[in-house]
Structure formats: structure tokens, C-alpha cells
């Protein structure tokens, strides 16, 4: 870590103020900011986890404004309306949240120096892309955080159905952060073997993929813990400068033969964000996925801008 490190959360709701807890608790900056359009809730929250901190760190944990936000290294992104049980896909919090992302960015693109943003308001794709659009960042400081947690979703699920640890499964989710998602069965590894699976198996496993966010929506209302710690991972290896593969939302400028878009795709992050993006060779089926996800991301933003 850096010798002094701020880091700024803007909208600390549940997810928010989870990975504003999240990073206080591991100790990953001196300086910690929450801003919300609800002054008590940010104010509540800031002390709620200084206090929780007391006998770990030092980090100093404060309410604030846009202002407050200055000399941010990283600047998190979790404002806006969450998905409901009732909501079927994430699209439809489209609206509500192209006019959020767009008042945050206002108030983040005069910001000096060279934060890092991390976008977690849904839809993430598309929302990063505006983000990116509406901020004037360079494209490889503005990144979604989605393809981890759809990653963990997926370890997840293979772990049940397979009865092994957790730990001893690889295995990733790239594309788009909603129905096209894609598992990548052809890099799926358990305890360092190459799995082949029948095509009722990928449908039984990408069905269960599908539906474990709303499952868990369904029950408690929101989806925290698991965003919230896959985010502080990143964040975590960019502030370490790990150089280690994630999957992000990022924008893409040819890679995949894709530009004007955001899409979760491995990538290397560090210090200065996303220090390149990855390639895989994909199987047919999941290059039509992936590619199909990609065509509906791309026609969303082009009915919205």
C-alpha cells in the first residue's frame, strides 16, 4: 500500500457502507470519505465503522462532500436505486441511475490528480460506460466491479454440485453482468484438472448462476457481503499493484473487436488501474454468448445517448 492512501465511497447504503467497512477492516487507506445524498445515514455510517475499527487501525473515517473527495486515489462508485425482488433483470433500473451516475460524475470530474473509479451501480455495464463518458476519465481508470463477484457466484455453485472446497475450484464469468453472462466452461478447473461437461450440465450450472443473485435478493432484500469483498479485492491489488488477473467491466477500444462499450473481461489491474486487457480463446458457444451480450450492452447505450 501506499504511504498515505484516501479512498472515497459515494452512496454508502447497504453495499457501500459493507465495502467501506470492508476496506477500514482491512486497513487499506489512512483516509476514508463517505459521501451520500443522506448526510445522516454517511454520518451514522462513518462512525458506526470508525468505532468498529478501534482496536485494529488508525483509519480515519469521516463524512464529506465531493470536496472531501480531493486527492482520492480511488473513488467507489455504489450510488444509486439497487435491484429488487420484483425486478426480473437489472435493466430496468436503467433510468433512475443514467440520471445518478450523471450527477456523480459531475462532481467527481473536476477532482485533481488520478482516481481510479470503481462503478458498482446497476446496470454495471452500461452504467461504467456513462461513468466513463460523462466523467472524461482515461478508460483505464474506470472500471465495474462485477465479473468477480459473477466469478465467486459461479466457484460457488460448482463447489455443491462437485463437493469439493471452495478453494479448489477455478473458474471465471466474463461478458455481460446479466442473463448473457458467460461461464467459462472451457477454463474450468478442479483441483488443478481440466473439467468437461455435457451441454446438460452447462445448462443445469449457468441456470444456477443465473438465478443466484435474485436468490439471495429474494430473501434478504440486497446482495452485500458478496460485492461488497470481491470490490475490496480489487481494490486491494490495485492499491498493492498485485498485477494479478480480474474480471472487470471495462472499455474496450478493439479488444475483442469491440470498442464504445464496457463488458466484463479478464484483465491485468495495478496502480494505474486496468494495465491491459486480456484475450482468451473462447469455444464457440461462449464467444456467441459473450458476443450477444455485448450487442445488447452496445444497442442499450445507443438508445440512451
Known amino acids: 500500500m501506499r504511504s498515505e492512501v484516501k479512498i472515497s465511497v459515494i452512496g454508502v447504503g447497504n453495499l457501500g457502507s459493507c465495502i467501506a467497512y470492508e476496506i477500514a477492516n482491512r486497513g487499506l487507506a489512512n483516509e476514508l470519505v463517505l459521501i451520500d445524498v443522506l448526510r445522516n445515514l454517511a454520518e451514522g455510517n462513518a462512525a458506526d465503522i470508525g468505532q468498529a475499527i478501534a482496536f485494529r487501525n488508525n483509519t480515519r473515517v469521516y463524512a464529506g462532500d465531493y470536496g472531501d473527495a480531493e486527492g482520492s486515489q480511488i473513488i467507489i462508485v455504489a450510488a444509486g436505486k439497487p435491484r429488487t425482488p420484483e425486478m426480473k433483470t437489472r435493466l430496468e433500473l436503467l433510468g433512475v441511475n443514467q440520471r445518478i451516475i450523471s450527477d456523480v460524475a459531475k462532481g467527481i470530474r473536476e477532482l485533481s490528480g488520478e482516481p481510479i473509479i470503481i462503478t458498482l451501480t446497476n446496470p454495471v455495464d452500461i452504467m461504467n460506460y456513462l461513468m466513463w463518458k460523462y466523467s472524461g476519465f482515461p478508460r483505464e481508470r474506470v472500471i465495474g466491479s462485477a465479473g468477480m463477484l459473477d466469478s465467486a457466484r459461479l466457484r460457488y455453485v460448482l463447489s455443491r454440485i462437485y463437493d469439493v472446497p471452495i478453494l479448489d475450484v477455478d473458474a471465471y464469468v466474463i461478458g455481460e453482468h446479466g442473463e448473457r453472462q458467460v461461464p467459462v466452461f472451457s477454463r474450468v478447473r478442479i483441483r488443478g484438472r481440466k473439467i468437461e461437461f455435457t451441454d446438460a450440465e452447462k445448462s443445469r450450472i449457468a441456470e444456477e448462476l443465473r438465478q443466484s443473485a435474485l436468490a439471495v435478493i429474494s430473501k434478504k432484500g440486497a446482495t452485500v457481503y458478496a ?71 452496445k444497442s442499450t447505450i445507443e438508445g440512451i445517448l
Open 227 to 297: 460485492p461488497a469483498n470481491n470490490t475490496v479485492n480489487m481494490i486491494e491489488a490495485i492499491l498493492k499493484d498485485k498485477r494479478e488477473i480480474y474480471i472487470c467491466s471495462a472499455i474496450l477500444s478493439g479488444e475483442y473487436g469491440l470498442t464504445e462499450l464496457s463488458i466484463g473481461v479478464p484483465v491485468i489491474l495495478g496502480r494505474r488501474g486496468v494495465e491491459a486487457i486480456i484475450e482468451w480463446d473462447l469455444s464457440e458457444d461462449e464467444r456467441r454468448i459473450f458476443y450477444s451480450g455485448a450487442e445488447s450492452i
